[in-house]
C-alpha cells in the first residue's frame, strides 16, 4: 500500500515549457486534489475531483489543468510555464471530500527559470 | 468566505514546556476546523478535527484544540513539548466560496521550534 505517489519529486522548467505532474493513489479515494505551497502563503487549492470525470476548480486554477481519467490517478498539467508557478505541489486524496482525512503526497518541487 | 488567521509565523519553545499555536477562523457557515503537521521534507498529515460533536478535540501525539465559537478561535496545544513536535503546523477551514465540503482553505502556518 503506497498511498499518494507524486512523481517527478524536483523539476527545473524555462519559461514557456509544458510539463504533467503526476498524482497515483492506490487506496481507491475518490476525492484528489491538487495544492501549491509558497513560502508564507500557507497551501492554496488548485484543482480538485470528485471521482473519474469529475472536476473543478479550486482558488487558483489559472494556468493549470486537470483531468480524471480513472479513480486511481489524477495528473496536473502546466501547459505554457511561468516563473510564477514556481512552487511546491502537493497531492492529497481521501475517500470522499475534504471533510475527511486528507493524505499527501511527498509533493513535487517545481522551478521555473 | 471562510478564511482562517494563524497569530505568530513561528514559535519558540523548550522542551517540556506548553505548546499554544493560535487559530482564528471566519466562517459563513458553521464550520469544519482541522489542524495539519507538516514534517520536513513531507506532505501534511492530520493531527485533529472539529466537526461540531465535542468543543475540546484531541487529536494524535498528545495535541489537543478547543472551539470557541464567542472567540472564533480554533488554538492547539500540548501541555509538555518534545523534540519530534518540531515542525510546521497549518490550521485550516472548510468551504472555499459557498461552504463546498470539497474545498479547505488553510492557514499560513506556524513554525513549531523545540529547543532542548
Known amino acids: 500500500n503506497a498511498g499518494v505517489t507524486q512523481t517527478p519529486k524536483f523539476q527545473v522548467l524555462k519559461t514557456g515549457q509544458s510539463m504533467t505532474l503526476q498524482c497515483a493513489q492506490d487506496m481507491n479515494h475518490e476525492y484528489m486534489s491538487w495544492y501549491r505551497q509558497d513560502p508564507g502563503m500557507g497551501l492554496r487549492l488548485i484543482h480538485y475531483?470528485?471521482?473519474?470525470?469529475?472536476?473543478d476548480q479550486g482558488e487558483v486554477p489559472n494556468g493549470y489543468n486537470v483531468s480524471r481519467s480513472t479513480t486511481e490517478d489524477f495528473p496536473l498539467r502546466l501547459l505554457s510555464a511561468a516563473p510564477s508557478q514556481t512552487s511546491v505541489y502537493f497531492c492529497?486524496?481521501?475517500?470522499?471530500?475534504?471533510?475527511?482525512?486528507?493524505?499527501f503526497g511527498n509533493g513535487t518541487r517545481l522551478t521555473v527559470t | 468566505a471562510q478564511s482562517v488567521t494563524q497569530l505568530g509565523s513561528h514559535v519558540s519553545v523548550s522542551e517540556g514546556a506548553l505548546v499554544l499555536l493560535r487559530c482564528n477562523y471566519s466562517s459563513s457557515v458553521p464550520p469544519y476546523l482541522f489542524w495539519y503537521v507538516q514534517y520536513p521534507n513531507q506532505g501534511l498529515q492530520l493531527l485533529l478535527k472539529?466537526?461540531?460533536?465535542?468543543?475540546l478535540v484531541k487529536g494524535i501525539n498528545g495535541f489537543e484544540a478547543e472551539f470557541k465559537k464567542s472567540e472564533t478561535s480554533f488554538h492547539l496545544t500540548k501541555p509538555s513539548a518534545h523534540m519530534s513536535d518540531a515542525a510546521e503546523y497549518f490550521c485550516a477551514v472548510s468551504g472555499g466560496s459557498g461552504g463546498s465540503n470539497y474545498k479547505l482553505t488553510f492557514g499560513k502556518g506556524t513554525l513549531l521550534t523545540v529547543n532542548p
Open positions: 492529497a486524496s481521501s475517500l470522499r471530500d475534504a471533510l475527511l482525512p486528507l493524505h
Open positions: 475531483s470528485v471521482g473519474a470525470g469529475i472536476t
Open positions: 472539529y466537526t461540531s460533536a465535542a468543543t
